[in-house]
Antibody
Framework: QVQLQESGPGLVKPSQTLSLTCTVS??????????WNWIRQPAGKGLEWIGR???????NYNPSLKSRVTISVDTSKNQFALKLSSVTAADTAVYYC??????WGQGTLVTVSS | EIVLTQSPGTLSLSPGERATLSCRAS???????LAWYQQKPGQAPRLLIY???SRATGIPDRFSGSGSGTDFTLTISRLEPEDFAVYYC?????????FGPGTKVDIK
């Protein structure tokens, strides 16, 4: 069974860069033609797709965030990562990593506040 | 970008009743790449249906999906107490991937 776990700071200051890592266990991030997503959800609101990466390193981003987002993969560590720059309070949300839509991490709350 | 609209916003039903949830896309969803998720408070979403009509692993057969093109439906044949939750549709046929705003199924 594939499992995903998000990790990273729970508090980020405005204008700084949010950095999260997703560690994959129970399967190789390189196997299959899967893509690996970051999705976020502000409190009490719906789901927003941030972007995805394939094991090859190919990426797609949400145009609304594209100028601030970088998703990368480290196959040697079986991890992929999210960086979101110039954060504001509007970026406060639970951030999820997923393998396609099948497997999800538990989510991690990131609060943007000084 | 494909915009997804879900209706109704809230569906109030009793256990044992049938639930019919709608998801409409602003343009045709490629290859019926449409998924449905269930989310309960404090939990990550759970995949129910992919490819518009295929049940994900371990999903009870009271959940079924149908539709193509721009109109999709999730049906729960007989609501169980654990089915009261928020349901989201998502298209993954074209980038950016997009979600609908959700339908809340609550107890009448």
């Amino acid at each position: 069974q594939v499992q995903l776990q998000e990790s990273g700071p729970g508090l980020v200051k405005p204008s700084q860069t949010l950095s999260l890592t997703c560690t994959v266990s129970g399967g190789s991030i390189s196997s299959g033609s899967y893509y690996w997503n970051w999705i976020r959800q502000p409190a009490g609101k719906g789901l927003e797709w941030i972007g995805r990466i394939y094991a090859s390193g190919s990426t797609n981003y949400n145009p609304s965030l594209k100028s601030r987002v970088t998703i990368s993969v480290d196959t040697s560590k079986n991890q992929f990562a999210l960086k979101l720059s110039s954060v504001t309070a509007a970026d406060t949300a639970v951030y999820y990593c997923t393998r396609r839509g099948e497997f999800w991490g538990q989510g991690t709350l990131v609060t943007v506040s000084s | 970008e494909i915009v997804l609209t879900q209706s109704p916003g809230t569906l109030s039903l009793s256990p044992g009743e049938r639930a019919t949830l709608s998801c409409r896309a602003s343009q045709s969803v490629s290859s019926s790449y449409l998924a449905w998720y269930q989310q309960k408070p404090g939990q990550a979403p759970r995949l129910l249906i992919y490819g518009a009509s295929s049940r994900a692993t371990g999903i009870p057969d009271r959940f079924s999906g149908s539709g193509s093109g721009t109109d999709f439906t999730l049906t729960i044949s007989r609501l169980e107490p654990e089915d009261f939750a928020v349901y989201y549709c998502q298209q993954y046929g074209s980038s950016p991937l997009t979600f609908g705003p959700g339908t809340k199924v609550d107890i009448k």
